[in-house]
């Protein structure tokens, strides 16, 4: 057996044997085979390969089983792959997840008035002066967690030496405009806010506790 | 396998990785029904007889695990093909460095292909049978995947790691030696 010299033609056969080639071109491969019988033999090989081919046994294997162990695509949601609701936290998280946004703004704005009192009592701590306070009042908890507002100091008390003026809680305006009804309210919702600290403040050393200082004790 | 008439089924496999990336599950089912097949039978053919159903779920499951960096610069079906070519000669070198082989090499590969053993029954068939084991494992691979899949030689060149001109190259030197067997 020779090889066709038509280059061309004998590239075309594979896609012949497959029937993947365009119609025109079909035509005149069918016309090149009638008329060359190097190709036509050449044909006949890569006809008997794939038979013999077609003939290996080919791994049996269930498409539900692959799809079952595909790795699912980040961010995708399918109908049997929901993801969990969000949790805020591995216990009572449900509980908390359902609490409404004001809630959470009205702990985040406590929790930002503490810090800057904390900031400025460890401040003062360290400078040792009775510099006037720059807030106008700062939040504490006093035993029993009821939340009070220490009035502003208008720079004439300080911590460290306190007065019974200092010593005295006084509610803030806005906070002892409420009748007790609100008031209680609030302070239940305060309470289930749980967003005392669970630790303890830590001491300084060769200063004071932080909440000591900011308590004036 | 699903029927001709599902929704999606003449869906190009584009279509169906973004409705899979978007988290469709039956998308996924259309690509493994669409393509499972011959990359099956391609399995099959390298004569990787053990573990064949294992290497034909791996190579999905690396495929759409890593399906962020096809890019449809090649067919999906190209690629899957590389894949599994790549696990059944990792495979392959597995089990011969068990079993205190050399590194695998063209040549040593010639007389273990064993794809075809016992499952032709005419004479022209066993000697067919004959001509491809002989050939060299690339020249053999490239054969078959321009005969049996009716590969482009770009196609081949994506699957085997070469280039195009080395593909046609080897395709030629495997269909003349096949020649050169049938007619000894």
Known sequence: ?217 | MGSDSSPGVEAPDEELIARWRAGDERAATLLVERHAPPVARYVASLGAREAGEEVVQDTFVRAFGSLEQFRGDSSLRTWLFTIARRLVLDRRRSRRRQRDAVELQDGDLSTEYDALDGLVADEAARTMQAAMAHLTPTQRDVFILRVNDGMSYKEIADVVGTTEGAARVHYHNALRQVKERLHD
């Open chain 1, 1 to 217: 057996m020779t090889d066709c010299p038509n280059v061309e033609m004998r590239e075309r056969l594979p896609e012949y044997l497959h029937g993947t080639l365009p119609e025109s071109v079909r035509v005149e491969v069918d016309a090149h085979l009638e008329a060359c019988r190097d190709c036509a033999a050449e044909l006949e090989v890569l006809r008997q390969a794939r038979r013999v081919l077609d003939a290996v046994r080919v791994p049996r294997f269930d498409a539900a089983t692959i799809v079952a162990a595909l790795p699912r695509p980040a961010g995708a949601v399918t109908a049997g792959d929901r993801p969990a609701p969000l949790r805020v936290a591995a216990s009572g998280g449900a509980r908390r997840a359902r609490r409404s946004p004001t809630l959470f703004r009205l702990a985040a704005a406590i929790s930002f008035i503490s810090l800057g009192g904390i900031s400025v009592a460890v401040a003062r701590s360290y400078l040792g002066t009775s510099a006037p306070l720059s807030v106008d009042s700062v939040v504490t908890t006093r035993p029993g967690g009821l939340t009070a507002v220490a009035p502003s100091t208008g720079g004439t008390e300080s911590p460290a030496s306190p007065t019974g003026a200092a010593r005295t809680l006084s509610m803030h305006p806005s906070v002892g405009a409420l009748d007790d009804a609100d008031l209680e309210l609030l302070l239940g919702e305060l309470d289930a806010l749980e967003a005392v600290p669970l630790a303890e403040p830590e001491s300084i050393p060769g200063g004071r506790a932080v909440a000591g200082s900011f308590l004036g004790s």
